[in-house]
């Protein structure tokens, strides 16, 4: 493969991306038996909602990170919210549309907040690491273009759409209701503004690169990759909901795409191994995980380091061998080799099963 050489700017881009998506990962949580109230109010009326305001500034956003972003262990799951990158900390954040405050999230360890606002009775939206206005609290109504809060002490704000109306497909639906529920955000704006959003979801090599040119035509990005019979999906290692626990990050895997790239294969797994966050490259015409199904047997991917890309192919050399064998459309057997030559491998007593 051709070497390509990657500028410091571009690491620093990276790493703050990095901190961004890792600001916002959970610890694993018990989901199960989640009250709703929290995220939907029924005492507002029905109807669709419309984003008519940004929440930053147009000087003010760098470029829009979309749904599906993968960053394990805390994000091994494509993530069910978007990310504005911010240009800088301390700036207005404003209400995207009129809403009543349903949900206030408490300090999280980098000093900020989250809130969540119902706009009808079965759509809220959320906002998270922001420094809200001192006398916000919920049952508060606020109007679209409102400053609502500040850019916090990461590198963007989550942005985050809950729609009760729509069935996401999830096989195993034991996850946060932010998932279960989560919309595009960007689709539900009105023009112009959804145009010039769509136009900052750009990866972060095409900042500042005016010779880089970006076309893959990615909008709103997709979070939701579960496909019946097929590795496709989000999964979770068997045992995981043994004696009532629930499951932790650590627990999960998941068959996806680059979020920018989407023809790109990204493997994320939540394990503490060396490499958590992985790409297997399309010169090596590997079978999309969408058309791996029982018949297709034990299937071998060559990995590579999904954190060192440029436009979506890895920079680096092939860092280890996956085996996977779906032994029936809900469990998986899977192990890991660091092994950098090997064309194939056989499974061993150290080898981990996952279900959904």
């Not at 500028?7 to 703050?16: D, E, G, Y």
């Not at 999964?235 to 989407?262: C, H, I, M, R």
Request: aromatic residues 12%; negative net charge; charged residues 15%.
């Amino acid at each position: 493969m051709n070497k390509v050489f990657i500028s410091p700017f571009l690491i620093i881009i990276f790493i703050f991306t990095s901190i961004c998506l890792s600001a916002c990962k959970s610890q694993g949580s018990d989901f199960s038996n989640i009250e709703v109230a929290p995220y939907f109010d029924e005492d507002l009326p029905s109807g669709v909602l419309e984003f008519t305001n940004l929440v930053l500034d147009s000087e003010n956003c760098n470029r829009i990170i979309p749904l599906g972003a993968i960053n394990p262990p805390g994000h091994t799951f494509p993530t069910d919210h978007i990310y504005l990158l911010q240009r800088a900390t301390d700036l207005p954040v404003y209400a995207p549309t009129s809403g009543k405050v349903i949900y206030i999230h408490e300090p999280s360890a980098y000093g900020d907040r989250a809130i969540r606002i119902g706009v009808t009775n079965t759509m809220s939206y959320y906002l998270g690491h922001i420094i809200l206005s001192p006398d916000m609290k919920v049952g508060d109504t606020v109007t679209a273009g409102q400053q609502i809060a500040t850019t916090g002490n990461t590198s963007c704000v989550d942005f985050g759409l809950l729609n009760k109306n729509i069935v996401n497909g999830f096989i195993n639906k034991n996850l946060p209701l932010t998932t279960i529920y989560g919309d595009k955000p960007l689709s539900y704006y009105i023009e112009p503004l959804r145009t010039q959003l769509y136009s900052l979801v750009m990866p972060p090599e095409a900042i500042d690169n005016p010779a880089f040119i970006y076309d893959e035509g990615v909008t709103d990005g997709l979070f939701t990759q579960d496909k019946i019979g097929s590795l496709s999906g989000n999964w979770f290692e068997e045992g995981s909901f043994a004696d009532g626990k629930y499951f932790q990050w650590e627990q999960t895997l998941a068959f996806t795409n680059d979020v920018y790239y989407p023809n790109q294969i990204r493997i994320a797994i939540g394990k503490d191994i060396p490499f958590q966050n992985l790409a297997v490259i399309t010169q090596d015409s590997p079978i999309n995980p969408g058309d791996v199904t029982i018949e297709s047997g034990i299937i071998t991917y060559y990995l590579y380091n999904a954190n060192n890309t440029y436009a979506g192919v890895p920079t680096g050399s092939r860092i280890g061998l996956m085996l996977v064998q779906m032994l029936s459309d809900t469990r998986i057997r899977v192990e890991i080799f660091w092994d950098t030559l090997s064309e194939n491998k056989e499974f061993t007593d150290s080898s981990w099963f996952y279900e959904r």
